[in-house]
């Protein structure tokens, strides 16, 4: 399927660097927007099935591991794609309590990984998807690529945002990200349809 956008299809993948959210110190819950956790880490572009760096971060070309892009290449089913995320240092999967044959309880340590999670998709197979709403980006990310433990798709809401907070929380995330489900993506700009938020208020009673 093609699709009409302001931006030359040309223009995608060249020079492109991630659109910048507005930060903000608390926001209630806004209407038409989706709620997403603020990943700790480096926010890149992945470029597959194009020529030049695999990540390109907000100045440029960013070092990653060669076995990670592989890997999301491997998840991503297509030819071309641009995908939007966050590079994650140092992660660490959740574990699960063991006994050992003295009865003692304890959990097993496992290694510390970079891994990618994934929020937005800007071109898939030559077709550029800047201009198409948000959440339509979203459904064509969550069915080109497959999750699996080096490569995750970022979870969102769409309403009950003070109890997804309290969630969140609960995981070790400090920030959230509030998104206009129709916003077109701005590349290298900052654009106010995305707002991350270090404190969310509860929504105002009318």
Not at 9 to 19: D, H, R
Not at 59 to 82: H, K, M, N, W, Y
Request: charged letters at 25%; one cysteine or more.
């Amino acid at each position: 399927m093609k699709y009409s956008v302001s931006v030359e299809s040309t223009a995608v993948g060249v020079g492109l660097a991630p659109q910048r959210p507005k930060p903000v110190r608390e926001q209630a819950e806004l209407p038409n927007h989706i709620l997403e956790p603020a990943w700790q880490g480096t926010r890149v572009l992945v470029r597959i099935g194009h020529d030049g760096p695999r990540f390109v971060g907000y100045d440029g070309p960013v070092d990653g591991f060669r076995e990670l892009f592989d890997a999301i290449q491997a998840e991503t089913r297509c030819t071309s794609a641009i995908l939007d995320g966050v590079l994650v240092t140092n992660w660490e999967d959740d574990r699960d309590l063991e006994v050992d044959p003295q009865g003692n309880a304890f959990t097993r340590e496992s290694p510390r990984r970079q891994i990618f999670s994934a929020f937005d998709l800007l071109e898939v197979d030559g077709d550029p998807l800047l201009g198409v709403p948000l959440l339509e980006r979203k459904r064509h990310l969550e069915g080109l690529v497959t999750p699996s433990p080096n490569v995750r798709l970022t979870a969102y809401v769409t309403r009950g945002l003070r109890a997804w907070r309290e969630t969140l929380t609960g995981l070790g995330f400090t920030r959230v990200v509030l998104k206009d489900w129709n916003s077109p993506y701005s590349p290298g700009q900052t654009a106010s349809s995305w707002l991350v938020v270090d404190k969310l208020n509860p929504p105002k009673l009318k």
